[in-house]
């Protein structure tokens, strides 16, 4: 038991240093990513596919927290005579907390499974390999442009999310529950001040770059096969609860990936070389 024990800890200790260096590598390739303009294209691409694509999903999140939060607060309000402040607690729950949490956790669900997958497949079928073979880093190529889209548009999607949830929120309260627009709105705004904004929207460059950093690790370090993909997909979502090392171990050669045949071209080509060696 002890030795095990002791396995594992250097296993994690191993594991995060793996991390930490990939981290590091991606950090610095970003940041001279953005004084190269020939990687603008990739970032461009990589910013429509992580945040153009993602505004439905994240507007509707935000509407309807915005409304959950009218219709769970109303009660306890409405008790003590206060509904009129109700825009008070929605808009700085929505702004401060909610709206960059959940707005993260869904751009976690799309982005961060759909990022691991890729890359991930990338791995498998030696992709990656081939990147780096003709002299090109593959953290230059393929982890900066997802980090630096992350990074830039996760703030963007956040506010939003926090506008449809203010919207939301003031359309259960005002159309649906009756309460005075006039005092809700100014409620509101004798409320929720400048920096409970700012504390959402720097959140958001927090969740981006740990969003972006983790699912493109997990998808350079996944187990061979379409299950290695699965399961990196999987602990990219849930990374505090992993419990096992996934990429190929340092020293021990790579197996290689047997090729598929497509369309039964393999086997014409074995017939004619069949053919040939007989025409001989």
């Known amino acids: 038991m ?43 691409a990589q910013m429509l596919l992580i945040g153009v694509r993602s505004v439905p999903v994240i507007m509707i999140t935000g509407a309807f927290v915005g409304m959950t939060l009218a219709i769970q607060a109303y009660d306890q309000l409405a008790g003590m005579g206060l509904e009129e402040h109700l825009g008070v607690l929605i808009n700085i729950s929505v702004v401060k907390e909610l709206g960059p949490v959940l ?17 991930g497949t990338m791995k498998v079928t030696e992709q990656i390999d081939a990147i780096e ?35 939301g929120g003031w359309f259960v309260s005002v159309v649906h529950l009756n309460i005075n627009a006039r005092a809700y709105w100014s409620f ?45 997909c999987d602990r990219g979502w849930r990374l505090e609860r992993e419990d096992e090392h996934e990429g190929t171990p340092q020293g021990r050669p790579r197996e290689p990936v047997p090729r598929a045949r497509h369309n039964g071209q393999s086997e014409q ?11 001989r």
Do not use: H
């Open 133 to 167: 073979s003709m002299g090109t880093d593959p953290i230059k190529y393929l982890v900066a442009p997802r980090t630096l889209a992350c990074l830039l548009l996760t703030p963007a999607l956040i506010i939003y999310a926090d506008l449809l949830g203010i919207i």
């Open 269 to 279: 080509s074995d017939r004619r070389a069949a053919y040939a060696a007989s025409a």
């Open 188 to 232: 509101s705004a004798n409320g929720v001040e400048l920096y409970d904004v700012a504390c959402g929207v720097i959140k958001g460059f927090f969740f981006g770059g740990a969003l972006a950093v983790i699912s493109c690790y997990k998808g350079f370090n996944c187990k061979e096969g379409a299950r290695g993909v699965g399961q990196a």
């Open 103 to 119: 707005a993260a956790v869904m751009l976690a669900g799309r982005i961060g499974g759909a990022l691991t997958a890729e890359l």
């Open 2 to 44: 002890i030795g095990i024990a002791i396995y594992k800890l250097g296993e994690g200790v191993g594991n995060v240093g793996q991390f930490g260096r990939f981290v590091w590598r991606s950090a610095v390739s970003s940041m001279q990513s953005i004084a190269k303009s020939d990687t603008y294209p990739l970032i461009w």
